[in-house]
């Protein structure tokens, strides 16, 4: 291994040095990443070495991921939407991405840039995925061809028949009881 990569990593760890790494390991995953160890700072390096730990499912290391990156996703998708349920539910989706699985996709991190900016463009990513409509939320009209599945139901025609007359006495309470409001 170069020795400018062998610096780097051992700054890298001095960066992290509550994380318990195996260095080995450590070292075969930023060599396998790096391709110009004289163009990696280390910023960078010590990027490569959360991504590293995340991956080894480092609990310090998740503690780490969590405080310093899953914190910055409502600044980061802030633009795309305000609401923090929102964010909260791109958070969770990155956590899922990035975290879950075997190898996690957080092993993909080569360390070309820093993490914070791999992980923006991911929180974006996610996020405009989530406005995005789904197939599944697609609406069911008539004349597809899952509509007949329940439209011809009928046991749903039988509640349908028993029950209609009992739910339109309960809406016609709910609404009276509503009372009139001005607009």
Do not use: H
Request: one cysteine or more; a negative charge; proline letters at 7%.
């Amino acid at each position: 291994m170069p020795r400018a990569l062998t610096a780097l990593i051992r700054a890298a760890r001095a960066a992290w040095p509550e994380l318990a790494l195996d260095e080995s390991a450590l070292t075969t995953f930023v060599e396998q990443r790096v391709e110009e160890p004289a163009a990696l700072s280390e910023g960078r390096a010590a990027g490569l070495v959360v991504a590293f730990a995340c991956s080894a499912a480092d609990p310090l290391a998740l503690e780490v991921f969590e405080q310093r990156y899953t914190a910055r996703v409502p600044d980061w998708v802030r633009r795309i939407d305000r609401n923090p349920a929102f964010a909260a539910e791109v958070q969770q989706i990155l956590r899922e991405r990035l975290l879950a699985g075997s190898p996690p996709k957080i092993a993909e991190f080569r360390g070309s840039g820093s993490l914070e900016g791999w992980l923006r463009v991911s929180a974006t990513r996610a996020a405009l995925d989530l406005l995005r409509p789904s197939k599944r939320e697609q609406p069911i009209d008539e004349s597809s061809e899952l509509a007949g599945e329940w439209l011809d139901d009928p046991e749903l025609e039988y509640l349908k028949a028993r029950y209609r007359d009992d739910f339109k006495q309960a809406l016609s309470e709910a609404l009276e009881a509503l009372g009139d409001r001005e607009p």
